[in-house]
């Protein structure tokens, strides 16, 4: 049977779903964007996630973030709806864009957490109510976080518009994994895609390129990413995997749910980050996979990993 146990983490508390005998849990801070900080399947911990309080302050590449109203880059942090000019702040000054929205510095409530025999779950929600001038449009963000014995963990996420007008916005999530003590070590595999290229400020330059690296299982041994790509798949799920030490992980999206994603492997070289979306970089400037959401409209979406162990 999983159990909660709820503990303090800094100034903020810890959510920890555990099952005592499998080896299963996870932990999660609501109050800091619910940010998930371990995945742990048979007492193996596949996430590279912040392990102090002042790590999730500082918040240091994004770590298992909720990405929203967009992830990646917004060019200047500018951008143009229903013939209003609107300008986020910018927080990646090594390109000078906004980046990756801002609920992951925002408070959830803790709706409710399932505990049963063989799984376990917690429904975080932020109720937004459009006090940011380049972001004023209220809406609730729901995310579900739920881990299973089989080896899955899923992350469900519904937004839904309390707006009087449509409003634009993408979603994604940028989880590091890591399977072994390097990223080298590990062997990956990509589902068909195209590589968006992109300019020296990391904003599309609109051309694509087939991407074959990794459409086989490969080694990543030297390989460098911070690249957004487009999956080829025209619908149901595609899958990115990562091996190592005996061990597997697959994330899976919806291909039409999250037609993008990146693939990051930080310059410390400890993990990798996968990341599913469901825009282009730069969508609310060039459109790509954007969702305009209409009033009293809510949009739904899935995440999923699969673990072996």
Request: proline share 7%; aromatic share 12%; hydrophobic share 40%.
């Amino acid at each position: 049977m999983y159990e909660l146990k709820k503990e303090p983490f800094g100034p903020f508390t810890r959510y920890t779903l555990l099952h005592e005998q499998s080896g299963n849990r996870f932990s999660i801070v609501p109050e800091r964007g619910a940010n998930v900080l371990e995945i742990v399947f048979s007492g193996i911990n596949i996430l590279d996630g912040y392990t102090t309080p002042e790590e999730l302050r500082s918040a240091k590449w994004g770590k298992s973030v909720l990405l929203f109203p967009f992830p990646n880059r917004l060019n200047g942090g500018r951008y143009r709806w229903q013939n209003k000019d609107y300008e986020f702040p910018i927080n990646n000054a090594a390109t000078g864009n906004a980046i990756h929205g801002f609920v992951r510095d925002e408070a959830f409530e803790v709706d409710y957490v399932f505990l049963a025999k063989d799984h376990a779950s917690i429904l975080c929600s932020y109720d937004y109510d459009g006090r940011h001038p380049y972001y004023p449009f209220p809406f609730r963000l729901e995310v579900e976080f739920l881990i299973r014995d089989d080896g899955s963990f899923t992350l469900e996420t519904a937004c839904r518009n309390l707006h009087d007008a449509p409003i634009l916005l993408g979603f994604g999530w940028h989880p590091y994994f890591r399977l072994a003590k390097h990223a080298d070590l590990h062997a990956m595999q990509l589902p068909a895609c195209k590589m968006v290229l992109i300019d020296e400020r990391m904003i599309p330059t609109g051309e694509r390129t087939q991407y074959n690296a990794f459409s086989k299982k490969n080694p990543v041994a030297g390989t460098a990413l911070d690249n957004c790509f487009a999956t080829e798949k025209p619908g149901g799920q595609y899958r990115m995997t990562l091996e190592a030490d005996g061990r597997r992980i697959a994330v899976k999206a919806s291909a039409t749910r999250f037609p993008y994603f990146q693939v990051f492997t930080p310059p410390h070289r400890e993990s990798i980050a996968l990341e599913p979306m469901s825009c282009n970089v730069d969508a609310f400037n060039n459109g790509d996979g954007l969702i305009a959401l209409d009033p009293g409209k809510e949009w739904k979406a899935q995440i999923a990993i699969e673990a072996r162990m």
